[in-house]
């Protein structure tokens, strides 16, 4: 098989190109866990564990940075892929959407914060489906329905991707992505930490508290 036909071929299976309308989202292929409770320790797991180290505080360690939501989507679903599979944790899928999104947010100034795609972690328990993102709600993971709903844009596209899909162009496969896919994402998600601190801190949080031992949501369990 020659070289540009499987250029072609992947460039069809990306996550934008291959997009289809959010009613014929294709979930066949998302793992599945066995109950809810597993879900949200997954879920507590991905938001809550400090297991980052940015380069410029090597001794406080990091979550990742869900209280940075204008940017770095990719790196912070990768990461969280990376994580449980550390933890020998179901690895969720990816699922990236693409509109005029714009999500309503107390850790942007504005108030908000908009994109023109976004790509989180899914996950299935009993055949209904969730989407693990602590950038849009904290609190729990959100049925697929709700999350799409709560970027405010009815003419959506959306895709399942593999767990290893990183970024959304043309280079990126939603089939036949490899763990060396998403290794980008250790060096994404440094620069997401350290724009995160300053975020943070022009809201008027001490960072040291927000990002340590007081984050702006309620333990899970």
Known sequence: MSGKFN???????????????????DYSKVPQVKNYKQLLEIFAAIRDSRFLVESAYPNF????????????CYARTAMAGIYADEQHLVRPDTIFVFGSLNV???FSPSGSVSWWYHVSSILGVNDHYFVLDPAINSTAPLPVNQWLKAMNDKCL???VCS?????????????NATPDDDKPAYNDIQTALSIEIDN???LGYVWTDILGNNPPWKPVF
């Open 163 to 175: 767990p290893y899909t990183y970024s959304p162009g043309s280079g990126s496969s939603c089939s």
């Open 200 to 202: 943070v801190t022009t």
């Open 104 to 106: 309503k947010t107390r």
């Open 7 to 25: 250029h072609v071929a992947i460039a069809k299976d990306s996550p934008i190109l291959s997009a289809d309308q959010t009613d014929l989202i």
């Open 61 to 72: 360690p990091r979550r990742i940075s869900w209280l940075f939501p204008g940017d770095f």
């Open 157 to 159: 596209l959306a895709r």
